[in-house]
């Protein structure tokens, strides 16, 4: 698991045993819109936890494939943040999320999870739409890096 965290959230106790949950996200923004996953819990970016044996950018592809029906391309890497929480089921868990920048294509077959779905939401509430307080921070760091007033996304990351 990797070690290098630019944002910590939460506080992790003393005493308890916590679970470390590995997962990867993807920012893919078209036309001012982030590609969001909608589920019974909230908005979540697209992806979710490493598998055993799988990359960062493995688990951002298959993900997206589960969760949208689309391939995902990924274009650079934005961050790393942790979150501390006490899960409901799980018990104390520690998410470990790297997140990527990259883009979603045409969607190629229906979404594995039925009670999951693509959504489109101004990048501007992403921040404050977001379930996952360490998906909110990415989503500001994604919005510093990106929106400089004069510079297309499309310069910044490439022509997709």
């Given at each position: ?145 990106y929106s400089a007033e004069g510079t297309s996304r499309k310069q910044k990351l490439g022509e997709f």
């Amino acid at each position: 698991m990797t070690d290098f965290v630019q944002k910590s959230f939460g506080e992790r106790q003393r005493g308890l045993r916590y679970l470390d949950r590995e997962g990867a996200y993807l920012f893919a923004v078209e036309d001012g819109c982030l590609a969001v996953v909608r589920t019974p819990k909230g908005l979540f970016l697209p992806g979710g936890g490493l598998e055993q044996g799988e990359t960062c950018e493995e688990a951002v592809r298959r993900e997206c494939l589960e969760e949208t029906g689309r391939l995902a391309a990924i274009k650079g890497y934005l961050g790393t943040a942790e979150q501390y929480l006490l899960h409901e089921a799980l018990g104390p868990l520690r998410l470990l999320q790297h997140y990527y920048v990259g883009n979603l294509g045409e969607r190629i077959r229906a979404p594995v999870e039925q009670d999951h779905t693509l959504l489109w939401i101004s990048l501007e509430n992403a921040a404050e739409s977001l379930y996952v307080a360490a998906q909110r921070w990415a989503a500001e760091q994604y919005g510093k890096r990106y929106s400089a007033e004069g510079t297309s996304r499309k310069q910044k990351l490439g022509e997709f």
